[in-house]
């Protein structure tokens, strides 16, 4: 008994020493980001490798989330008679809700889990050591170009998700099932609004992107350098980061909801 | 009490009566060693007596836990990171596997100092990595990626990196391990051409005495956290200690044992058996 509570205590111990370093590597960070916008280039490189080439997978992916959700959602409206609601009910779920936390769990299987195996890899390999000898900070250099990349990427593939999902949606509705494409689209005008809907929806995203990107580059940076670290620090990096983004999803959906 | 440490201008580093442990045990007990300007300085000694530990000391990548470690008569650490990466533009550090950057070409590896330190034209850029790729015999490769290079050639590009800036020390990081004779043959000449044409200072980590022999001015054996012995190559080679003779001439056992301590044979087969 006396050895499970040692051990209980132990993790404990790791777990706060684990969230304390995260604050403090968080706050090393803030400093360098105006100094790193002046260099586009490093950011746009990252923007490239961590958004534009997730966006196949978010593409897919939003267009099948749209395309279940008119289908289990059309199921529940017909019993109601509001099948021409189908378009608000799709778009605003997804607008709010399942473009923003979706596509940042994706962002971060997919986007996420390789920032931490790069930056792992760089530190085993000692390229981040080589780069403290040539006087380079390497959290300038190799950090903050993918923190930033990371954080602006996920907005913009939260839009791109929730476009596709209203696609998936207006397929299946409008052509499948026959809802009126008229209904369909005037009923997103009426009801999904620019800032309680679309406004939070990106904001969301942003503080996933932002939560996504600075856990996969703190987990990379802090690797242990062999093969498992690396390893592990791929799968911390996915695993914390989808807990924390429900965990946020909640608490922000909370604080943003009107009638709550 | 304050310990005052005069640096000799002849020495471009000076290690004094450094103490240095991690953990529980003790790396460095009172070091100190001079690596004299314009010399190939090899530091050798048996696996695990701290020589990467040094290097890391000189590149201030560790603090001493006493005494000081001075590049060019200034204290190397503890300093301002902004001081620090001031000493450090006047050094190169070639590692073992040469950590080059993995996602840059051979090019962008050897300009990348540059491009980060200074704001040379794309045209001088140019000349001066492709100048210092030629000096590796490696000019040819200049449009490969690190993955596509030999242990060799990686190391020589990592070489070329390394001189770019211009330093005054380059470190050289167990430079021979792993290299077939010829490559071998490559990096001794080069690190003696390199250290004579330029007039640099190096200092050599390694455990291979023949190439040792062949290269380095000065050598020091460290043992159990000291120097016990300095010397040319071949003053360490005459050497009767113990500790000396034994790395020399790379006998299994003797001060440095063959054995990794441990309890009695059967004692411990009967504690397992028992566990």
């Known amino acids: 008994m006396s050895r499970a509570l040692r051990e209980c205590w132990l993790s404990f111990g790791q777990f706060a020493a684990t969230f304390g370093g995260f604050q403090l590597f968080s706050l090393r960070l803030l400093p360098y980001v105006p100094k790193s916008l002046l260099r586009p280039g490093l950011i746009s490189e990252q923007i490239y490798s961590l958004g534009a080439l997730s966006l196949v997978l978010i593409m897919f992916g939003g267009l099948f989330v749209g395309l279940v959700l008119a289908l289990q959602s059309y199921n529940t409206l017909v019993e109601f008679g509001s099948t021409d609601s189908l378009g608000a009910f799709a778009s605003e779920a997804l607008v709010r809700e399942l473009g923003p936390v979706v596509a940042a769990l994706l962002f971060a299987g997919r986007a996420g889990s390789a920032v931490a195996s790069e930056v792992g890899l760089m530190r085993a390999t000692d390229q981040i050591a080589a780069l403290e000898l040539m006087a380079v900070d390497p959290i300038q250099r190799i950090v903050v170009p993918r923190f930033i990349g990371g954080a602006v990427s996920v907005p913009l593939l939260a839009a791109i998700f929730s476009a596709m999902g209203v696609l998936g949606a207006y397929l299946v509705g409008v052509h499948l099932l026959g809802v009126d494409a008229g209904a369909f689209w005037s009923q997103i005008q009426d009801r999904v609004d620019a800032y309680e809907d679309v406004g939070v929806g990106l904001m969301k995203s942003f503080v996933f992107g932002v939560s996504a990107s600075l856990m996969g580059v703190f987990e990379g940076f802090y690797a242990a350098p062999t093969a498992e670290g690396v390893s592990r620090a791929a799968t911390r990096t996915v695993v914390i980061t989808s807990v924390w983004i429900l965990l946020l999803d909640f608490i922000i959906t909370g604080m943003t909801l009107p009638e709550v | ?275």
């Not at chain 2, 034209?121 to 449009?143: D, F, T, Y």
Request: charged content about 20%.
């Open chain 2, 1 to 275: 009490m304050i310990k005052v440490y005069a640096a000799s201008p002849e020495n471009l580093v000076e290690i004094r009566d450094v103490h240095y442990q991690r953990g529980d045990r003790s790396v460095f007990r009172g070091l100190s060693l001079d690596i004299p300007r314009g010399s190939v300085t090899a530091i050798m000694g048996p696996s695990g007596t701290g020589k990467t530990t040094l290097l890391n000391l000189v590149t201030g990548q560790l603090n001493p836990d006493d005494g000081v470690v001075l590049f060019d008569g200034r204290v190397v650490c503890p300093c301002s990171r902004r001081r620090l990466y001031e000493v450090r533009r006047k050094m190169g550090v070639l590692f073992q596997s040469g950590a080059l950057l993995s996602n840059l070409s051979v090019f962008e590896n050897v300009a990348f100092p540059l491009r980060e330190h200074t704001r040379l034209p794309e045209e001088l850029v140019r000349q001066i990595v492709l100048m210092k790729l030629h000096s590796v015999g490696l000019r040819g490769a200049w449009q490969h990626m690190p993955a596509q290079l030999s242990g060799g050639m990686a190391r020589r590009v990592a070489l070329a990196r390394a001189l770019v800036m211009d330093p005054e020390l380059i470190i050289y990081d167990e430079p021979f391990t792993g290299l077939d004779p010829i490559s071998m043959g490559v990096i001794v000449r080069l690190i003696r051409h390199t250290n004579d044409a330029l007039g640099i200072t190096s200092i050599v980590v390694t455990h291979d005495v023949a190439e040792t022999h062949e290269l380095a001015d000065l050598s020091y054996l460290l043992s159990d956290g000291k120097v016990v012995a300095r010397g040319s190559p071949q003053e360490l080679q005459r050497d009767q200690n113990d500790t000396v003779r034994q790395f020399m001439q790379g006998l299994a056992d003797g001060p440095v044992p063959f054995h990794f301590p441990g309890p009695e044979y059967t004692e411990q087969l009967q504690a397992m058996a028992q566990a």
